[in-house]
């Protein structure tokens, strides 16, 4: 049942070990939003390092191999100026039918609140260029901004999560709502609607932004970054909404019951869970958690 199994999925930060810490100490220092492959004997890791605003924002999307799931040795890394943008944020790493890779890369529109989505296509993650980089998801610079997508191809059909914030009011653009859409080539997508929205008065009732998805023959479950106000931008705590598709998915906590997983740090953040399976049955779990300092890292466990 796809609402028991959700159950050991559920990031216990007590229990987690580093496996990329942030890229220095104090607030805004960033290394996290993650997305994880099981391939090679190993795991191939990608992820957004920022600094503090003024200071290079979302300045990097890097990717790493571990053949341990914990201890990662760098592959490659796209800077923000390849991408001609002010910032990255998650990336999305996929293994293509072929066997080829593809890499989807979350970019702030220069001067705007807007975002766009760029995917490069590689025989290798070492050998992605920004050179060959192709808008795949636009958005509209006046009305809204896409980002963040959590992509999945089962069987040649391809299934995407992204956020989306309305840039019509200045004062709203951090509101999130997640939309889902279908290719046939991971590049052309068509959109069918909201998946997820903030639920008013509760703790997610500012945006909703999907982190992970799991099947089952019953149903999905999605994992969700969700915040009350526009105070805890960037401090999302981790939610899980049930439904049999993607269009009638529910959150799982009750009226406030509060997020399922947060950290024991600041504000509590506790945000873009991947989860990827591994040949021998076990599952590695990676997120981004706010420490003590303010920082955050990026944190693993097993299960």
Known sequence: MISSDIEKFLPRPREAVTAIPAPGSGPGFWA????????????????RLRRPIGRGRGYANAIAFSSDGVRFEPVTQIGKDEMDTDSLERPALVRLPDGRWRIYI???TVGTKHWRVEAIDAAHPSEFDARNREVVLPGDVSKRAVKDPVITCRDGQWSMLATIHPLADPDETDQMTT??????????????????????????????RAAAVRSG?????????????AAENYEERTG???????????????????????????AGGL?????????????RIYYELTGADGSHALMTEER
Do not use: K
């Not at 996290?32 to 992820?47: C, I, K, N, Q, T």
């Not at 945000?271 to 076990?282: H, K, W």
């Open 179 to 208: 939309e889902h859409a279908t290719s046939t080539d991971g590049l052309d997508w068509t959109w069918h609607g909201t998946a997820l929205c903030g639920r008013p008065g509760e703790w997610d009732a500012r945006g909703v």
């Open 32 to 47: 996290g939003g993650p997305s994880a492959v099981a391939a090679d004997g190993g795991v191939y890791l990608a992820y």
């Open 271 to 283: 945000r873009y869970t991947d989860i990827v399976g591994l040949p021998d049955g076990r599952y």
């Open 240 to 266: 899980i909404a049930i439904g049999t598709t993607f269009s009638d998915l529910v959150a799982t906590s009750a009226p406030s019951a509060g997020p399922a997983a947060s950290s024991p740090h600041g």
């Open 106 to 108: 979350s970019c702030a």
């Open 217 to 229: 023959e019953d149903g999905v479950a999605v994992f969700y970054d969700g915040r009350a106000s």
